[in-house]
């Protein structure tokens, strides 16, 4: 079965930047939409951004906009997450995964992010 495999969280200082990876196993990544999530404590998991499979065109949610950027290596089979300016808001724990509107792959173990002084 497919397996997920995040990576490249960490602590990092509000305003820091980080870059997440996914790895994927045992599926050729192209041609899958895939996407970034992340769970927060105490709160639901939710949908963060989106790339295409066909042209890397993305989306992402209203608070990653213009500081987060999803793109994918398809001759690699992994996905990446770079971010900038975070901050505290952004402490969560990140995974990858098909988009919210597919039947999703098992979930991996995500990576966490803190962001704090």
């Known amino acids: 079965q497919v397996q997920l495999v995040e990576s490249g969280g960490g602590l990092v200082q509000p305003g820091g930047s980080l870059r997440l990876s996914c790895a994927v196993s045992n599926i050729n990544l192209a041609g899958y939409f895939m996407s970034w999530y992340r769970q927060m404590p105490g709160k639901e998991r939710e949908w963060v951004a989106t790339?295409?499979?066909?042209?890397?065109?993305?989306t992402y949610t209203a608070s990653a906009r213009g500081r987060f950027t999803i793109s994918r290596e398809n001759h690699k089979n992994m996905i990446f997450l770079d971010m900038s300016d975070l901050n505290p808001e952004d402490t969560a724990v990140y995974y990858c995964n098909r988009p919210p509107n597919l039947p999703t792959w098992p979930w991996g173990q995500g990576t966490q992010v803190t962001v704090s002084e």
């Open positions: 790339i295409s499979a066909f042209d890397s065109s993305s």
